[in-house]
Structure formats: structure tokens, C-alpha cells
């Protein structure tokens, strides 16, 4: 019978975790009664805000980063109580990187791979939420009510028939997207500013110990805040694109309306 043999962690500092790339493992030592050899465990694919938040380390480029978006129903919106009763019945639910459910306003977006308005893109929960609140009657919630149930009973997955409100449906993505970045590029320039450098060296000069300790605190930031950017970038991208194709094909009709 083979000897019974444990598992011990072995020590990993985040500067060392960071240098695992874009598939981080953890080392342990399996000791045995007479050999004891490294074997590997891998952390997950996980983005860098779960990197940090349960093992205290981020990845320079995170392939797995993620950002969660919150969109709402106005609280004016006449068309309100209709419009969260069809969400409530016929909107999946959306999960984390951990597998639990998110709120339904919530959606998480993965960078986008494809920069053109073809393709994946971005996730049609999210489409459709927009394309919901862009609807300004009942007749069409009810129209996309009768779309789901003669499909897969999911809600507004296709472009809506009117090219200008899938256009507007998108555009007001790409808006609340925009925002988000510079909200993002902000903190970033704040992180990276001499002025931020100064004020927190004037902290740090009684104390070289905490030196080591900043910097890679303020580079796990920067590796979160970027990774997060870069997500959002590929989808404005993508949502300009979008936007693009919708307003060339609506030209198109135009022109050819004209000439009938």
C-alpha cells in the first residue's frame, strides 16, 4: 500500500504570482516518507478583480478580464412596470466568474475579439436589455413578448425591424461604454501622475520598508484599471462598428426608396 502523503502550500508572493502569466498555479509540495516533489494547482480563469480580491496578486494581461455593467429602467418611464414584468419572465439569468446569478439590470462583458460589427460581440442579454428600453409603446413589448415565445422564449435576440431604434438601442450603449472609460482613463492618469508620485513618497520617507509594498500595490491597481479598459475599448469598438453597418444599410434603403 502506498504511503499516505499530504499536501503543503508552498510560499508564493504576488510578485512571483504575477510572473506566472495568463495561466497562474499554485505551488504546493506533496511530501512523502521518503521523496517530496512540487506539483501545480491551477488558480482558475479568473480576471484580475478575483486575482486580487482572494489571492492578492493581478496579471499584467489578463485574458480573463471582465466588467460588469448595471443599465436601469427610468423610473419615469411610463412603459416601466410592463418592461421589468417581461424581463423578470423572459431574460436568463446572467452569472459571475464564480457561478453566482447577477441582478437582472447587471451584465458582465468579456473583451471583444472581433473589432467589426460581425461576429460574437457583445453579449445579447445586454442587446437586448437596450433594446427593450428603447421601446416607447406597449404594441412593441408586446411585439417582442410574441418574437420570444415564437423563437427560444428568450427576449428581443434580434435586431428590432426598425433600423433607427436598433440604432438607438446601440448608440446609448456605446454612450453609457464611452462614459465608463473615462471614468477608468481618469483613475489611471491618477495613479501614473508626478503629483500622486510626490504626496505619496512624502508618506514613504520615514518608512523604506513600505516602499516594495506601494509599488505593487499601485501596479495591482494599474493591472486592474488597464485590463478593465482594454475590455471596454473592444466593445466601443464594436458598438461603433455596429452603429456604422446599421447607418450604411439605412443610407442604402434611403437611396433606393428616392430612385423608386
Known sequence: MAP??????????????????????KSMMMIGETTSREVLINYGKFPNAMLLLD???????NIHD?????????????????????????TPKIKDAVGFNCPDDTFIIKEVRSPRGKGKG???ALRAFARLLCCNS???????????AQIDGRLARRPLKGSRTEFKAHKMLSSHIT???????TAIKLFTSSFWTCICSLFLFNSPSMSNTF??????????????????????????????ALKSTSNCWSQLKNRI
Open 179 to 185: 462614459q465608463l472609460m473615462q471614468k477608468y482613463d
Open 4 to 25: 499516505m502523503k499530504k499536501l503543503k502550500p508552498a510560499s508564493m508572493d504576488p510578485i512571483t504570482a504575477r510572473e506566472a502569466g495568463n495561466n497562474p498555479r
Open 66 to 90: 471582465q466588467v460588469q455593467i448595471q443599465l436601469s429602467i427610468p423610473h419615469d418611464d411610463n412603459l416601466r412596470e410592463m418592461k421589468l414584468e417581461l424581463l423578470q419572465h423572459l
Open 55 to 61: 489571492f492578492g496578486f493581478t496579471l499584467p494581461y
Open 215 to 244: 509599488t505593487l500595490r499601485r501596479q495591482m491597481a494599474h493591472d486592474l484599471l488597464t485590463g478593465e479598459l482594454r475590455v471596454l475599448k473592444s466593445a466601443s469598438m464594436w458598438l461603433n462598428n455596429y452603429c456604422a
Open 122 to 124: 457583445l453579449p445579447q
Open 138 to 148: 406597449s404594441q412593441e413589448l408586446s411585439d417582442l413578448a410574441l418574437e420570444a
